[in-house]
Protein backbone atom coordinates (compact mmCIF):
# COMPACT_ATOMS: atom_id res chain seq x y z
CA UNK A 1 0.00 0.00 0.00
CA UNK A 2 1.58 3.51 -0.89
CA UNK A 3 1.55 5.93 1.68
CA UNK A 4 -1.14 7.77 -0.21
CA UNK A 5 -3.40 4.91 -0.70
CA UNK A 6 -6.47 4.48 2.66
CA UNK A 7 -6.86 1.31 3.97
CA UNK A 8 -9.23 -0.50 2.36
CA UNK A 9 -12.05 -2.82 4.41
CA UNK A 10 -11.24 -6.66 4.18
CA UNK A 11 -14.79 -7.89 5.58
CA UNK A 12 -17.73 -8.24 4.43
CA UNK A 13 -19.39 -4.30 4.05
CA UNK A 14 -22.56 -3.00 5.26
CA UNK A 15 -25.59 -4.25 2.87
CA UNK A 16 -28.35 -6.73 4.29
CA UNK A 17 -29.11 -8.06 7.51
CA UNK A 18 -26.41 -7.97 10.35
CA UNK A 19 -23.89 -10.77 10.15
CA UNK A 20 -25.57 -13.76 11.50
CA UNK A 21 -28.42 -13.11 11.31
CA UNK A 22 -30.82 -15.45 9.40
CA UNK A 23 -33.96 -15.09 7.37
CA UNK A 24 -35.92 -16.20 9.71
CA UNK A 25 -35.52 -13.24 11.50
CA UNK A 26 -35.53 -10.92 8.98
CA UNK A 27 -38.76 -12.23 8.03
CA UNK A 28 -40.17 -11.79 11.96
CA UNK A 29 -38.71 -7.73 11.79
CA UNK A 30 -40.69 -6.93 8.27
CA UNK A 31 -44.08 -8.85 8.89
CA UNK A 32 -43.81 -6.88 12.36
CA UNK A 33 -43.62 -3.89 11.23
CA UNK A 34 -45.24 -3.26 7.98
CA UNK A 35 -48.64 -3.25 9.14
CA UNK A 36 -47.55 -0.17 11.04
CA UNK A 37 -46.47 2.06 8.20
CA UNK A 38 -50.07 1.88 6.26
CA UNK A 39 -51.61 3.51 8.97
CA UNK A 40 -52.97 6.45 6.94
CA UNK A 41 -52.43 8.85 10.22
CA UNK A 42 -48.80 8.44 9.51
CA UNK A 43 -48.39 10.47 6.95
CA UNK A 44 -47.07 13.63 7.83
CA UNK A 45 -46.36 17.35 5.65
CA UNK A 46 -42.73 18.14 5.90
CA UNK A 47 -43.60 21.44 5.21
CA UNK A 48 -45.61 21.78 8.54
CA UNK A 49 -43.32 18.88 10.85
CA UNK A 50 -40.61 21.47 11.23
CA UNK A 51 -38.25 22.79 14.05
CA UNK A 52 -35.64 25.22 14.46
CA UNK A 53 -32.68 24.87 12.84
CA UNK A 54 -29.74 25.14 15.34
CA UNK A 55 -27.21 24.73 13.25
CA UNK A 56 -25.77 28.47 13.47
CA UNK A 57 -25.65 28.44 17.26
CA UNK A 58 -24.95 24.37 17.95
CA UNK A 59 -22.29 23.43 15.38
CA UNK A 60 -22.82 19.75 15.07
CA UNK A 61 -24.68 16.80 13.00
CA UNK A 62 -26.06 13.39 13.89
CA UNK A 63 -25.35 10.91 11.01
CA UNK A 64 -26.77 7.05 10.76
CA UNK A 65 -25.17 4.79 8.27
CA UNK A 66 -24.70 1.38 7.59
CA UNK A 67 -21.71 -0.74 9.42
CA UNK A 68 -18.27 -0.10 7.68
CA UNK A 69 -19.79 2.38 5.10
CA UNK A 70 -16.57 5.47 5.42
CA UNK A 71 -13.50 5.60 5.73
CA UNK A 72 -11.93 5.90 8.82
CA UNK A 73 -8.14 7.39 9.79
CA UNK A 74 -5.09 6.08 9.75
CA UNK A 75 -1.19 7.18 10.76
CA UNK A 76 -0.81 8.26 6.85
CA UNK A 77 -4.08 9.91 6.01
CA UNK A 78 -6.67 11.40 7.80
CA UNK A 79 -10.61 10.10 7.42
CA UNK A 80 -12.93 12.21 5.09
CA UNK A 81 -14.89 12.69 8.35
CA UNK A 82 -12.73 14.28 10.46
CA UNK A 83 -11.74 16.39 7.42
CA UNK A 84 -15.29 17.87 7.45
CA UNK A 85 -15.29 18.35 11.11
CA UNK A 86 -12.02 20.78 10.88
CA UNK A 87 -13.34 22.23 7.79
CA UNK A 88 -16.57 22.87 9.02
CA UNK A 89 -15.96 22.97 12.95
CA UNK A 90 -18.57 21.00 13.09
CA UNK A 91 -18.52 17.64 15.78
CA UNK A 92 -20.25 14.84 14.03
CA UNK A 93 -21.94 11.99 16.08
CA UNK A 94 -21.61 9.09 13.41
CA UNK A 95 -24.03 6.22 14.34
CA UNK A 96 -23.67 2.58 12.45
CA UNK A 97 -26.96 1.91 13.30
CA UNK A 98 -28.58 1.19 9.91
CA UNK A 99 -27.84 -2.73 9.95
CA UNK A 100 -31.36 -3.27 7.81
CA UNK A 101 -33.48 -1.20 5.81
CA UNK A 102 -36.61 -2.78 7.64
CA UNK A 103 -35.20 -2.94 11.15
CA UNK A 104 -34.08 0.89 11.13
CA UNK A 105 -37.79 1.42 9.89
CA UNK A 106 -38.65 0.08 12.93
CA UNK A 107 -36.81 2.23 15.13
CA UNK A 108 -37.96 5.88 13.64
CA UNK A 109 -41.73 4.59 12.67
CA UNK A 110 -43.32 5.88 15.84
CA UNK A 111 -41.59 9.52 15.55
CA UNK A 112 -41.76 9.92 12.14
CA UNK A 113 -45.27 8.86 12.33
CA UNK A 114 -46.63 10.99 14.39
CA UNK A 115 -44.15 14.39 13.99
CA UNK A 116 -41.63 13.84 16.67
CA UNK A 117 -38.01 13.87 16.08
CA UNK A 118 -35.83 10.81 15.54
CA UNK A 119 -33.30 12.62 16.91
CA UNK A 120 -31.14 12.67 13.78
CA UNK A 121 -29.85 14.90 11.21
CA UNK A 122 -29.07 13.24 8.49
CA UNK A 123 -30.19 9.02 7.87
CA UNK A 124 -28.87 6.54 5.19
CA UNK A 125 -31.40 4.50 3.16
CA UNK A 126 -31.72 2.13 0.42
CA UNK A 127 -34.10 3.10 -2.65
CA UNK A 128 -37.34 1.53 -2.06
CA UNK A 129 -37.44 2.07 1.76
CA UNK A 130 -36.05 6.02 0.55
CA UNK A 131 -38.89 6.03 -1.98
CA UNK A 132 -41.78 4.72 1.14
CA UNK A 133 -40.48 7.58 3.93
CA UNK A 134 -40.36 10.27 0.88
CA UNK A 135 -44.09 9.14 0.14
CA UNK A 136 -45.39 9.35 3.89
CA UNK A 137 -43.65 13.08 3.68
CA UNK A 138 -41.46 12.28 6.15
CA UNK A 139 -38.01 13.44 4.66
CA UNK A 140 -37.67 17.28 3.95
CA UNK A 141 -36.39 18.83 0.70
CA UNK A 142 -32.59 19.66 0.78
CA UNK A 143 -32.37 23.76 0.37
CA UNK A 144 -30.77 23.36 -4.02
CA UNK A 145 -28.56 26.64 -2.57
CA UNK A 146 -27.07 24.64 0.22
CA UNK A 147 -26.40 21.42 -2.18
CA UNK A 148 -24.80 23.28 -5.24
CA UNK A 149 -22.10 19.92 -5.71
CA UNK A 150 -25.04 17.45 -5.12
CA UNK A 151 -26.90 19.06 -8.72
CA UNK A 152 -23.52 19.80 -10.33
CA UNK A 153 -21.75 16.23 -10.03
CA UNK A 154 -24.30 13.50 -9.68
CA UNK A 155 -23.88 11.28 -12.11
CA UNK A 156 -26.66 11.52 -14.83
CA UNK A 157 -27.68 7.87 -14.69
CA UNK A 158 -28.89 8.80 -11.19
CA UNK A 159 -30.31 11.77 -11.55
CA UNK A 160 -33.99 10.84 -12.15
CA UNK A 161 -35.86 8.07 -9.97
CA UNK A 162 -39.34 8.11 -10.03
CA UNK A 163 -39.44 8.47 -6.61
CA UNK A 164 -37.54 11.74 -6.53
CA UNK A 165 -37.25 12.49 -9.68
CA UNK A 166 -35.95 16.10 -9.27
CA UNK A 167 -33.24 14.66 -6.19
CA UNK A 168 -34.98 16.88 -4.18
CA UNK A 169 -35.06 15.26 -0.95
CA UNK A 170 -32.26 12.43 -1.47
CA UNK A 171 -28.43 12.32 -2.39
CA UNK A 172 -26.96 8.65 -3.22
CA UNK A 173 -24.34 7.94 -0.53
CA UNK A 174 -22.86 5.16 -2.82
CA UNK A 175 -24.26 2.84 -5.05
CA UNK A 176 -23.86 -0.92 -6.07
CA UNK A 177 -25.20 -3.76 -8.57
CA UNK A 178 -26.88 -6.74 -7.47
CA UNK A 179 -26.05 -9.77 -9.85
CA UNK A 180 -24.32 -13.52 -9.30
CA UNK A 181 -20.98 -14.09 -7.83
CA UNK A 182 -19.34 -17.86 -7.87
CA UNK A 183 -16.04 -18.72 -6.29
CA UNK A 184 -14.26 -19.52 -9.63
CA UNK A 185 -11.50 -22.11 -7.92
CA UNK A 186 -14.16 -24.27 -7.34
CA UNK A 187 -17.39 -24.06 -10.58
CA UNK A 188 -15.63 -25.21 -13.66
CA UNK A 189 -18.49 -23.07 -15.52
CA UNK A 190 -19.27 -20.16 -15.23
CA UNK A 191 -22.69 -19.04 -13.93
CA UNK A 192 -24.34 -16.82 -16.53
CA UNK A 193 -27.49 -16.92 -16.05
CA UNK A 194 -30.40 -16.65 -13.08
CA UNK A 195 -32.62 -19.78 -14.52
CA UNK A 196 -28.80 -22.01 -14.28
CA UNK A 197 -28.35 -20.63 -10.56
CA UNK A 198 -31.32 -22.01 -9.60
CA UNK A 199 -31.41 -24.95 -11.62
CA UNK A 200 -27.82 -26.54 -12.36
CA UNK A 201 -27.29 -29.89 -10.48
CA UNK A 202 -23.19 -29.35 -9.95
CA UNK A 203 -24.50 -25.93 -7.88
CA UNK A 204 -27.49 -28.07 -5.62
CA UNK A 205 -27.54 -27.10 -1.87
CA UNK A 206 -24.68 -24.72 -2.37
CA UNK A 207 -26.30 -21.60 -3.83
CA UNK A 208 -27.57 -18.56 -1.91
CA UNK A 209 -30.45 -15.86 -2.35
CA UNK A 210 -30.10 -12.27 -0.79
CA UNK A 211 -32.62 -11.94 1.81
CA UNK A 212 -33.54 -8.57 0.56
CA UNK A 213 -36.42 -8.78 -1.48
CA UNK A 214 -35.68 -5.90 -4.09
CA UNK A 215 -32.61 -7.83 -5.09
CA UNK A 216 -33.43 -10.85 -5.35
CA UNK A 217 -37.04 -10.69 -7.23
CA UNK A 218 -35.89 -8.05 -9.07
CA UNK A 219 -33.01 -10.41 -10.81
CA UNK A 220 -35.71 -13.12 -10.80
CA UNK A 221 -38.17 -10.77 -12.98
CA UNK A 222 -35.85 -10.08 -15.06
CA UNK A 223 -35.16 -14.30 -15.83
CA UNK A 224 -38.69 -13.98 -16.90
CA UNK A 225 -38.60 -11.43 -19.07
CA UNK A 226 -40.24 -9.01 -17.11
CA UNK A 227 -39.16 -5.39 -16.09
CA UNK A 228 -38.66 -4.96 -12.47
CA UNK A 229 -38.96 -1.08 -12.97
CA UNK A 230 -42.84 -1.58 -14.24
CA UNK A 231 -44.45 -5.19 -13.23
CA UNK A 232 -47.52 -6.75 -12.31
CA UNK A 233 -48.66 -8.74 -9.15
CA UNK A 234 -49.02 -11.68 -11.37
CA UNK A 235 -45.53 -11.15 -12.42
CA UNK A 236 -44.39 -11.39 -8.79
CA UNK A 237 -46.67 -13.94 -7.82
CA UNK A 238 -44.93 -15.98 -11.11
CA UNK A 239 -41.35 -14.66 -9.86
CA UNK A 240 -42.10 -16.12 -6.36
CA UNK A 241 -43.09 -19.24 -7.39
CA UNK A 242 -39.76 -19.71 -9.48
CA UNK A 243 -37.90 -19.08 -6.07
CA UNK A 244 -40.45 -21.68 -4.43
CA UNK A 245 -39.63 -24.48 -6.77
CA UNK A 246 -35.51 -24.01 -6.29
CA UNK A 247 -35.99 -24.15 -2.66
CA UNK A 248 -38.22 -27.25 -2.02
CA UNK A 249 -35.57 -28.64 -4.70
CA UNK A 250 -33.14 -28.16 -2.30
CA UNK A 251 -31.24 -25.81 -4.87
CA UNK A 252 -31.22 -23.37 -2.31
CA UNK A 253 -29.35 -23.68 1.10
CA UNK A 254 -30.45 -20.20 2.58
CA UNK A 255 -32.05 -16.55 1.68
CA UNK A 256 -28.70 -14.09 3.09
CA UNK A 257 -27.25 -10.66 4.28
CA UNK A 258 -23.77 -10.13 3.35
CA UNK A 259 -22.90 -13.03 5.40
CA UNK A 260 -23.16 -15.10 2.44
CA UNK A 261 -19.10 -13.78 1.64
CA UNK A 262 -17.75 -15.91 4.24
CA UNK A 263 -19.29 -18.82 2.65
CA UNK A 264 -18.64 -18.50 -0.85
CA UNK A 265 -14.98 -18.27 0.30
CA UNK A 266 -14.56 -21.41 2.34
CA UNK A 267 -16.44 -22.77 -0.22
CA UNK A 268 -19.53 -23.31 1.69
CA UNK A 269 -21.78 -21.89 -1.32
CA UNK A 270 -20.68 -22.49 -4.61
CA UNK A 271 -22.79 -19.31 -6.21
CA UNK A 272 -25.22 -16.99 -5.09
CA UNK A 273 -26.92 -13.61 -5.87
CA UNK A 274 -24.63 -11.04 -4.68
CA UNK A 275 -23.84 -7.61 -3.71
CA UNK A 276 -20.76 -6.11 -6.22
CA UNK A 277 -19.39 -4.10 -3.23
CA UNK A 278 -19.08 -7.63 -0.95
CA UNK A 279 -16.99 -9.12 -3.86
CA UNK A 280 -15.06 -6.75 -5.18
CA UNK A 281 -12.06 -6.83 -3.34
CA UNK A 282 -11.75 -11.11 -3.51
CA UNK A 283 -9.25 -12.55 -6.25
CA UNK A 284 -11.32 -16.23 -5.74
CA UNK A 285 -14.58 -14.59 -6.75
CA UNK A 286 -16.25 -13.71 -9.49
CA UNK A 287 -19.12 -10.82 -9.92
CA UNK A 288 -20.87 -11.74 -13.27
CA UNK A 289 -23.32 -9.82 -15.16
CA UNK A 290 -26.35 -12.32 -15.76
CA UNK A 291 -27.47 -12.22 -19.76
CA UNK A 292 -30.68 -10.81 -18.25
CA UNK A 293 -29.36 -7.88 -16.89
CA UNK A 294 -28.87 -6.63 -13.22
CA UNK A 295 -30.14 -4.45 -10.51
CA UNK A 296 -28.78 -1.46 -9.77
CA UNK A 297 -29.77 0.97 -6.45
CA UNK A 298 -28.15 3.42 -3.67
CA UNK A 299 -28.09 4.05 -0.61
CA UNK A 300 -29.46 7.74 -0.17
CA UNK A 301 -28.64 10.12 2.24
CA UNK A 302 -32.32 11.69 3.73
CA UNK A 303 -32.65 14.43 5.96
CA UNK A 304 -35.67 13.63 8.32
CA UNK A 305 -38.73 15.97 9.75
CA UNK A 306 -37.62 17.83 12.63
CA UNK A 307 -33.68 17.39 12.25
CA UNK A 308 -32.26 19.76 14.51
CA UNK A 309 -28.97 20.55 12.31
CA UNK A 310 -30.23 20.98 8.70
CA UNK A 311 -28.14 23.01 7.54
CA UNK A 312 -25.30 20.71 8.61
CA UNK A 313 -26.53 17.95 6.93
CA UNK A 314 -26.95 20.01 4.07
CA UNK A 315 -22.90 20.99 4.30
CA UNK A 316 -22.23 16.87 4.76
CA UNK A 317 -24.42 16.16 1.38
CA UNK A 318 -22.31 19.11 -0.43
CA UNK A 319 -18.88 17.78 0.69
CA UNK A 320 -19.33 14.42 0.00
CA UNK A 321 -19.89 15.45 -3.51
CA UNK A 322 -16.72 17.03 -4.11
CA UNK A 323 -14.86 14.46 -6.17
CA UNK A 324 -11.60 14.04 -3.74
CA UNK A 325 -13.55 13.36 -1.29
CA UNK A 326 -15.74 11.17 -3.01
CA UNK A 327 -12.74 9.23 -4.12
CA UNK A 328 -11.49 8.51 -1.05
CA UNK A 329 -14.52 7.47 0.12
CA UNK A 330 -14.89 5.26 -3.21
CA UNK A 331 -11.16 3.91 -2.35
CA UNK A 332 -12.09 2.17 1.03
CA UNK A 333 -15.93 1.13 0.46
CA UNK A 334 -15.45 -0.33 -3.00
CA UNK A 335 -19.12 0.24 -3.96
CA UNK A 336 -20.16 2.54 -7.05
CA UNK A 337 -19.31 5.86 -6.48
CA UNK A 338 -21.91 8.37 -7.65
CA UNK A 339 -20.24 11.67 -8.44
CA UNK A 340 -18.97 12.92 -11.28
CA UNK A 341 -15.35 13.77 -11.20
CA UNK A 342 -14.15 10.96 -8.73
CA UNK A 343 -12.92 8.98 -11.16
CA UNK A 344 -10.09 11.54 -12.42
CA UNK A 345 -9.65 12.33 -8.32
CA UNK A 346 -9.01 8.50 -8.10
CA UNK A 347 -5.92 8.82 -10.22
CA UNK A 348 -3.96 10.55 -7.10
CA UNK A 349 -6.04 7.98 -4.52
CA UNK A 350 -5.34 4.33 -6.08
CA UNK A 351 -4.82 3.83 -10.27
CA UNK A 352 -5.35 0.53 -9.52
CA UNK A 353 -8.89 1.55 -9.13
CA UNK A 354 -9.37 4.42 -11.94
CA UNK A 355 -10.93 1.55 -14.74
CA UNK A 356 -12.63 -0.70 -12.12
CA UNK A 357 -16.38 -1.36 -13.65
CA UNK A 358 -17.92 -2.26 -9.81
CA UNK A 359 -16.64 1.36 -8.74
CA UNK A 360 -17.17 3.69 -12.12
CA UNK A 361 -18.91 1.71 -14.47
CA UNK A 362 -18.96 3.01 -18.56
CA UNK A 363 -21.90 3.80 -20.22
CA UNK A 364 -21.91 0.53 -21.57
CA UNK A 365 -21.92 -1.39 -18.26
CA UNK A 366 -24.92 0.72 -17.00
CA UNK A 367 -26.74 -0.38 -19.81
CA UNK A 368 -27.14 -3.63 -18.45
CA UNK A 369 -28.69 -2.17 -15.09
CA UNK A 370 -32.25 -2.20 -13.82
CA UNK A 371 -33.86 -0.43 -11.16
CA UNK A 372 -36.91 -1.82 -8.70
CA UNK A 373 -40.09 0.28 -9.13
CA UNK A 374 -41.49 2.33 -6.57
CA UNK A 375 -44.31 0.70 -4.48
CA UNK A 376 -47.27 1.74 -2.86
CA UNK A 377 -47.66 0.66 0.79
CA UNK A 378 -50.44 -2.07 -0.02
CA UNK A 379 -47.55 -3.08 -2.54
CA UNK A 380 -44.55 -3.53 -0.02
CA UNK A 381 -46.78 -5.33 2.34
CA UNK A 382 -48.49 -7.66 -0.04
CA UNK A 383 -44.72 -8.44 -2.16
CA UNK A 384 -42.80 -8.83 1.02
CA UNK A 385 -45.06 -10.73 2.77
CA UNK A 386 -45.04 -12.91 -0.38
CA UNK A 387 -41.47 -12.96 -0.53
CA UNK A 388 -40.95 -14.05 2.86
CA UNK A 389 -43.34 -16.90 3.06
CA UNK A 390 -40.95 -18.61 0.85
CA UNK A 391 -37.68 -16.61 2.08
CA UNK A 392 -38.32 -16.88 6.25
CA UNK A 393 -39.99 -20.70 5.58
Not at 260 to 274: E, P, Q, R
Amino acid sequence: MSPEQPARRSAPTRRGVLKGVGAGAFAAASLGVLPLFSTPDRTQNPNTCTTRDLSNVDHSLDVSNWPIYIDQDTKKRQSTMTDFEKRYGINVTYNEDVNDNVEFFGKVVNQLGSCQTTKRDLFVLTDWMAARMIKMGWIQKHDPGSVPNLDKNLLSSLRHVNWDPKREYSAPWQSGFAGIAYNKKLVKQEVRTVDELLTRSDLRGRVTLLAEMPDTMGLVLLSDGKDPSSFSNSDFEQGVEKVKKARDSGQIRAFTGNEYVNDLLAGNVLACFAWSGDVASYSNIEFVVPEEGMMIWSDNMLIPNLAAHKANAEKWINYYYEPAVAAQLAAYVNYVCPVEGAQQAMEKIDKSLVDNPLIFPTPDYLKQTHSFMGMTEPQVRLFEGEFNDVAGA
